[in-house]
């Protein structure tokens, strides 16, 4: 039985990245290896979906620049939470090995703060991922 999602949900999330190919290269395997699974591939976009939701990385024709800046106006960050501490620790293994750099390495995993277990991946294009391991 397919239960509807709960109003306020989030339904998707599109993001606009100067290479698409670089990007479906960074985000593909790490949102795999977060159990999404490829949803719609386009010529100029990809998306990944886990349950109702799915993120679309999209190499837009109208792109107003070329680079992205995390710290201007607009996207910092997508979050995503991990069951455990090990399960962090071998996903950040696969991204690094896939190309992402670990940022606050010499805080990691509590860069967020003592009570906080995360870690936080830069890809080539400046795009941040935090991964957010289970703290109760």
Same mark, same amino acid.
């Given at each position: 039985? /397919? !239960?509807?999602?709960? /109003?306020?949900?989030? #339904?998707?999330?599109?993001?606009?990245?100067?290479?698409?190919?670089?990007? $479906?290269? @960074? *985000?593909?395997?790490?949102?795999?290896?977060?159990?999404?699974?490829?949803?719609?591939?386009? %010529?100029?976009?990809? @998306?990944?979906?886990?349950?109702? /939701?799915?993120?679309? *990385?999209?190499?837009?024709?109208?792109?107003? =620049?070329?680079? #992205?800046?995390?710290? &201007?106006?607009?996207?910092?960050?997508?979050?995503?939470?991990? =069951?455990?501490? =090990?399960?962090?620790?071998?996903? !950040?293994?696969? $991204?690094?090995?896939?190309?992402? &750099?670990?940022?606050?390495?010499? &805080? #990691?995993? #509590?860069?967020?703060?003592?009570? @906080?277990?995360?870690?936080?991946?830069?890809?080539?294009?400046?795009? %941040?991922? %935090?991964? !957010?391991?289970?703290?109760?």
């Amino acid at each position: 039985m /397919t !239960v509807p999602p709960v /109003t306020g949900s989030l #339904h998707h999330v599109e993001v606009w990245v100067p290479d698409l190919g670089r990007a $479906a290269a @960074s *985000f593909g395997p790490l949102l795999e290896a977060l159990g999404y699974t490829p949803f719609q591939s386009w %010529e100029r976009g990809r @998306s990944w979906r886990l349950g109702a /939701t799915y993120l679309v *990385f999209e190499e837009s024709p109208a792109l107003s =620049a070329h680079t #992205h800046d995390r710290l &201007r106006p607009g996207l910092n960050h997508l979050a995503f939470h991990v =069951a455990t501490r =090990a399960e962090l620790d071998r996903l !950040v293994e696969g $991204a690094v090995r896939g190309g992402w &750099r670990l940022m606050f390495p010499d &805080r #990691h995993p #509590h860069a967020g703060g003592e009570q @906080s277990c995360a870690a936080y991946l830069e890809d080539a294009d400046g795009f %941040e991922v %935090e991964l !957010v391991a289970a703290v109760w």
